[in-house]
T-cell receptor, first 116, second 115 residues
Framework: KQEVTQIPAALSVPEGENLVLNCSFT??????LQWFRQDPGKGLTSLLL?????REQTSGRLNASLDKSSGRSTLYIAASQPGDSATYLC???????????????FGQGTILTVHP | DGGITQSPKYLFRKEGQNVTLSCEQN?????MYWYRQDPGQGLRLIYY???????QKGDIAEGYSVSREKKESFPLTVTSAQKNPTAFYLC??????????????FGPGTRLTVL
C-alpha cells in the first residue's frame, strides 16, 4: 500500500530565506505527484503537478523535483514571504496496474510559517 | 465564476442523525471526489465518481453514502453508522475520467461537528 510522508511536520523561517520541503513515497509506481497549498480552514490549491516521466516543474518562485526511483520529491520555495505561510501537502496518484482514476494518496503536510 | 462550491461551511449534527453535505461544480468536469481531513493529517478518499450514475468506494467509505444523478452535483451523506464523523470534508473535481494526469480542483470544505 502506498504511503506518503512529509518532513518536516512544521517549519518556521524568516522572510527572504530559501527553503525546501520534502516528500517521500514508498512505492515508485506512480502516475504523477502533486503539491498543494492549504490555508487554515480552507480548501486545497494546486501548486505543481509532475508527471511520472518528468524530473521537475517550476512556477514562479516554486520548483518541484521528482526522483521516482528513490521515491522522493522536494518543493523548493525561493525568497520566502509571509504570504507563503500555509500547510503544504504532497500527493501521489498510484499506478495500480491500470488506471487509478486520479485517486490521490496524501502526505500529512508541512506547516510553514514565514515571519517578517 | 467557475469553481466548486460546498455547503454549508459549518454543520453540526446530533448523534444518530444523518446529514448531507452538498458539492456543486460548474467546471464541466467528469470526475468528482470526496475526502476527509482530520487534524494534523492528510486527506483520505471517501468516494469518487467518474461519470453520472456511477461511483466507487475509496479507502474509508464505511458510514458514508453518495449519489451522482447530475454531472455537476455529488452530495455526500454522513450516516449514523459513521462512528467518528467530526472532521473537515473536502470535495474535488477533475476534467477527465480515467486519466491519471489531471489536476484536481478543490472546494472550500465543510466542517462537520458531532454534538
Amino acid at each position: 500500500k502506498q504511503e506518503v510522508t512529509q518532513i518536516p511536520a512544521a517549519l518556521s523561517v524568516p522572510e527572504g530565506e530559501n527553503l525546501v520541503l520534502n516528500c517521500s513515497f514508498t512505492d515508485s509506481a506512480i502516475y504523477n505527484l502533486q503539491w498543494f497549498r492549504q490555508d487554515p480552514g480552507k480548501g486545497l490549491t494546486s501548486l505543481l503537478l509532475i508527471q511520472s516521466s518528468q524530473r521537475e516543474q517550476t512556477s514562479g518562485r516554486l520548483n518541484a523535483s521528482l526522483d521516482k526511483s528513490s521515491g522522493r520529491s522536494t518543493l523548493y520555495i525561493a525568497a520566502s514571504q509571509p504570504g507563503d505561510s500555509a500547510t503544504y501537502l504532497c500527493a501521489v496518484v498510484p499506478n495500480a496496474g491500470g488506471t487509478s482514476y486520479g485517486k490521490l494518496t496524501f502526505g500529512q503536510g508541512t506547516i510553514l510559517t514565514v515571519h517578517p | 465564476d467557475g469553481g466548486i462550491t460546498q455547503s454549508p461551511k459549518y454543520l453540526f449534527r446530533k448523534e444518530g442523525q444523518n446529514v448531507t453535505l452538498s458539492c456543486e461544480q460548474n467546471l464541466n468536469h467528469d470526475a468528482m471526489y470526496w475526502y476527509r481531513q482530520d487534524p494534523g493529517q492528510g486527506l483520505r478518499l471517501i468516494y469518487y465518481s467518474q461519470i453520472v450514475n456511477d461511483f466507487q468506494k475509496g479507502d474509508i467509505a464505511e458510514g458514508y453514502s453518495v449519489s451522482r444523478e447530475k454531472k455537476e452535483s455529488f452530495p455526500l451523506t454522513v450516516t449514523s453508522a459513521q462512528k467518528n464523523p467530526t472532521a473537515f470534508y473536502l470535495c474535488a473535481s477533475s476534467i477527465h475520467r480515467g486519466l491519471d494526469t489531471d489536476t484536481q480542483y478543490f472546494g472550500p470544505g465543510t466542517r462537520l461537528t458531532v454534538l
